[in-house]
């Protein structure tokens, strides 16, 4: 069973807007990880949060997480035709299984 | 220091057909996993390793079966190919426990395979 869901499943921005995905997921964790995805390529780990952690920067992304409500969201800032890809969420089962959600498709028009 | 390295990278079966995909990665990774994209389905989990002998099931494990001889190996089977084995198949691995990198996933390129 899928884990995480990413909402929305696509999203279309133009170049310079800010660019906002989210992730539910359904049980206990102890870290989020956000992944990127290029087109016909493997993924790529952007960053990951912690439980106890409520909010973590890395360059121009933003990741907050709620435990409460078992949501995390990844904000990229001035976004740039580069960023243009899929975005997965991702939180671990058990103390060895990375599950995925489905993605969502970003896409950066010039 | 080539990271994961998945071969081939594209194949195409005949139904019933047998194949083994090889992951390799050289990092020193104790846990590797085999997962299929599909569209609109995410990453599916196959199976997983967590050393050298070890194996276990993860989502989707019906059809394949995996071996992990060598700790920078870890092989995926299909045994007889059937057209709902069509899929993108990555390749990951990641050290063991906690630390500050210790539980992010790094991904080979992907086999794209196709059974008629």
């Known amino acids: 069973s899928q884990q995480g869901e990413e909402d929305p499943q696509a999203l279309s921005i133009q170049e310079g807007e800010n660019a906002t995905m989210n992730c539910s997921y359904k049980?206990?964790?102890?870290?989020l990880q956000w992944y990127r995805q290029n087109s016909g390529r493997g993924l790529v780990h952007l960053i990951l949060?912690?439980?106890?952690?409520r909010e973590k920067h890395s360059g121009r992304l933003r990741v907050t997480l709620d435990t409460s409500k078992k949501s995390s969201s990844l904000l990229i800032t001035a976004s740039r035709a580069a960023d243009t890809a899929s975005y997965f969420c991702?939180?671990?089962?058990?103390?060895?299984?990375?599950?995925f959600g489905q993605g969502t498709r970003l896409t950066i028009n010039p | 220091n080539a990271g994961v390295t998945q071969t081939p990278k594209f194949r195409v079966l005949k139904t019933g057909q047998s194949m083994t995909l090889l992951c390799a990665q050289d990092m020193n990774h104790e846990y590797m996993y085999w997962y299929r994209q599909d569209p609109g389905m995410g990453l599916r989990l196959i199976h997983y390793?967590?050393?050298?002998?070890?194996?276990a099931k993860g989502e989707v494990p019906d059809g394949y079966n995996v071996s992990r001889l060598k700790k920078q190996n870890f092989l995926l089977g299909l045994e007889s190919a059937a057209p709902s084995q069509t899929s993108v198949y990555f390749c990951a691995s990641r050290r063991q426990g906690v630390s500050s990198d210790g539980e992010k996933l790094f991904f080979g390129s992907g086999t794209q395979l196709s059974v008629l």
């Open positions: 390793s967590v050393g050298e002998g070890t194996t």
């Open positions: 049980t206990s964790i102890n870290n």
């Open positions: 949060i912690r439980s106890n952690e």
């Open positions: 991702a939180t671990i089962q058990g103390a060895q299984k990375l599950v």
